[in-house]
């Protein structure tokens, strides 16, 4: 399969990008670098990107911003930035390479676990993940070609605890993680969020 990895530079998307292509043939979608490059906040960029990668048989987004601050701190521009990043960034992956995705072809969509289980300072980005999941879960019921969508929901990734100066031992590494990635795409489900903590 021919799969395009929009954040591969990230450090979930490379990992997932590393196993992939392990059995496939992967076209690397950075910000700022990769084979590719697409802004996730643009749809005309998006739109160019699956242009120019076309024809291919999956997309993995592993990108998108959202905030992560204390309530009385956020204000309107800090709810906006989930909503216009990672969650609308990801429904207009869906929405616009469903046109050029291959027939059978398939969305692997991220959230987290703080759809779930939120946090102090997660009153931004824990109802953009919940979103996310519920977007993906009403898309497949009328993507059509035999398209699928899901999402995984990662926890913690270890690597990212530890550039907080945190201890790693908490989280999953992202190598691990990548395998949740994998099942998406080489899978049949449609519509379903796999939990990253699977793979710890």
Not at 68 to 94: D, W
Not at 128 to 155: M, Y
């Amino acid at each position: 399969m021919r799969v395009i990895v929009i954040g591969a530079t990230g450090t979930i998307g490379r990992a997932a990008a590393d196993a992939l292509a392990a059995r496939h043939e992967v076209v690397r979608v950075g910000h700022s670098g990769g084979e590719h490059r697409a802004d996730l906040e643009s749809p005309a960029s998006l739109e160019a990107l699956f242009r120019a990668a076309a024809p291919f048989d999956a997309v993995v987004c592993c990108a998108g911003r959202a905030t992560f601050k204390p309530l009385a701190e956020l204000g309107e521009e800090g709810y906006e930035l989930g909503l216009r990043s990672k969650l609308m960034g990801q429904v207009n992956v869906v929405r616009l390479g469903v046109a050029h995705v291959a027939d059978g072809g398939s969305f692997t969509l991220t959230s987290g676990v703080l759809a779930r289980e939120p946090m102090p300072g997660s009153a931004a980005i824990s109802p953009v993940n919940a979103a996310v999941e519920a977007f993906a879960k009403a898309a497949a019921l009328e993507l059509p070609r035999g398209v699928r969508v899901n999402v995984v929901s990662p926890p913690w990734v270890s690597e990212t605890l530890e550039m907080m100066g945190m201890d790693p031992a908490g989280g999953v590494p992202a190598e691990k993680l990548a395998a949740a990635y994998v099942r998406c795409v080489e899978g049949t489900m449609n519509g379903e969020t796999v939990d990253g903590r699977e793979f710890a």
